[in-house]
């Protein structure tokens, strides 16, 4: 069985419109890659920053911070999403009506 693999690559950071550098929100996707089946979902997180501890100067963000926000924020939503979009395409649904020839044909 072969190990299913999440990447998450991080589009955009969205910034006050001020000298702050605060980041209010990240646009991001997830790929998921089971075997010969992948999915991908895009997504993005509004922060919360009228209360902001431990605040982390734009200069100083580093990917792995910002993917801690995404996780502590969505959890593994996304991750789950592609997981049942990959087992529909391995397992997709029998059709409600199926065409047959006529009988007489």
Known sequence: MEEVIHKYTINKLIQKNDDSG???KVEYEVETVDGDYR????DDIELNVSNIQNFVK???LTEEIVL?????IHGD?????NMII????KNPPK???IEQPLPWA
Request: no cysteine; proline share 7%; glycine share 0%.
């Open 22 to 24: 605060t980041v209010v």
């Open 39 to 42: 999915s991908k979902v895009t």
């Open 58 to 60: 734009y200069e100083d």
């Open 68 to 72: 801690q926000w995404i996780k502590d």
């Open 77 to 81: 939503k996304n991750e789950i999403k």
């Open 86 to 89: 990959i087992e529909r395409q």
């Open 95 to 97: 059709p409600p009506t």
